[in-house]
């Protein structure tokens, strides 16, 4: 009995653990299931967009002289250098002057054997203007003397201009400082030749004031008709890498710079340097300021570039096709299926571009949100201003608040473009 009654007690502890794995089961087969996020979102909202154009460019004095030599000869004084503030006219090196003064004593002789030889010539001619009187000369020789003055009268202008241009080499033999400014560069010493034969030579390079400087930068064709003179402009220099300047552009420049089929051009940005804290030839990161929005409805810019992926759209497919049937799985797919039937009118809409104008079609994309099912759902909307992080809305039927999808969770790749 005892063993019988030990039987019948594992019997019934056997059907108890049966009985209540079972209700555990179907208690579980019964608790909805929880689906992961697929998506990840973000609010749409209001704030301020500013729409930049970026660029690199190299920071110069306005106004940079180089100064050169007409002449040739040996540095016998240098009176600047490096850094150095000038004044205009203020002698900056000589050169040797000896070869000069030697030309000039040579022009000057020359110049008094001509004066001398006029003379001879006046003197000839009027003796025999008296003996061709007396029949004692032909009218020939007459005329021969009076040929005779005229070139002792050419030769005195000649003398004259070499000697002109001997006194100009010789003041060219003194360089000065053509404007006011600063020394930016000395490319010659003490002793040494300066051979003017067949370049001019560059001995100094002036800026004429540091506190004006300006930035030479390159800009894409493809960002230049976003930009007129006037506009703002804010760059950053790695000398200074947390303070930010201010500038202005003044000039857009024509000339395109192709570099293997890739074109540029060159724009002239204002800076003031009061304080001359930028040097020239420093590298600035430049950004033109070319819109401004604020207190603007705006999304995520990630939200424009985000598409379904092929599987995703492969699974509304077939939920659109179970809600055809009229065997929706379940209130998700009929949403699924509902999104979907949308997606595919909007499509339609889109194909059809006599409702809306050819401008309205380039400024208008596709976004999608999620619907109160958190399904995707396809959306047009036309934008604004734009940067790599916010973009203004301007049509649609967006409205604060709304979720818009930026990625998908686990497939980066796949709902990014």
Known sequence: ???LTKKKIAVAIGLLVIVGGAAAYYSKSKTPVVEAPRFRTAAVDTGNITQSVTATGTINPVALINIGSQVSGTVSELKADFNDRVTKGQVLLKLDPTIFNAQIRQAEAQLASARASLRLAQATHSRNQTLVTQSFISPLALDQ???EVDVAAANIQLSEAQLARAQADFNNSVIRAPIDGVIIKRTVDLGQTVAASFATPQLFQIARDLTKMQIDTSVSEADVG????GQEARFVVDAYPDKEFNA????FRLAANVVANVVT???VLDVDNQDELLKPGMTAQVRLLVGNRQNVLRIPTAALRFRLSDEEVEKQKKLAEAAAAGKPASAS????ASATASATATAQQEDDTSFRSKADLAR????YTLDTHNQPKALDVKIGLSNFRYTEVVGGDLKKGDKVITRAIGIEKEGEL
């Open 226 to 229: 976003a930009l007129k003179e």
């Open 265 to 267: 051009y060159n724009v």
């Open 1 to 3: 009995m005892a063993f």
């Open 145 to 147: 003397s009076k040929r």
């Open 364 to 367: 208008l994309f596709r976004i």
């Open 248 to 251: 202005r552009m003044r000039q």
């Open 333 to 336: 797919a009929s949403a699924a």
